[in-house]
Nanobody, 125 residues
């Protein structure tokens, strides 16, 4: 039974940092895509970035140079290090996993992801 559990959210001042974690259980495929998404109040959920099976991350333009995605053990724990946070980064952040496919240019399409975490709130003020 695949589960994704996020943690690490909270409140931080403008310019501060937070690190989110996503523990993935029972996810045994070697070909996969794992992504981070966020949903701000009153807005649609959007892709933040992803890390592919080969461990290479990429990001949406608004967070490039500020956010870093990494992992420990290919299928176990995913991290999102967020630096230089801005008010517009405030949102509920979700990790997601797609079974049996690479991320590719359509990594941001949410329908590609089979499993989602419950979300963790990040507030920047």
């Amino acid at each position: 039974h695949v589960q994704l559990v996020e943690s690490g959210g909270g409140s931080v001042q403008d310019g501060g940092s937070l690190r989110l974690s996503c523990v993935v259980s029972d996810f045994t495929t070697t070909t996969n895509c794992k992504g981070w998404f966020r949903q701000a109040a009153g807005k649609e959920r959007e892709g933040v970035g992803y890390i592919d099976s080969d461990g290479v991350p990429d990001y949406t333009d608004s967070v490039k140079g500020r956010f870093t995605i990494s992992r420990v053990n290919a299928n176990h724990t995913l991290f999102l290090q967020m630096n230089s946070l801005k008010a517009e980064d405030s949102a509920v952040y979700y990790c997601a996993a797609a079974w049996g496919l690479r991320c590719g240019r359509n990594w941001h399409q949410q329908s590609r992801y089979n499993y989602w975490g419950q979300g963790t709130q990040v507030t920047v003020s």
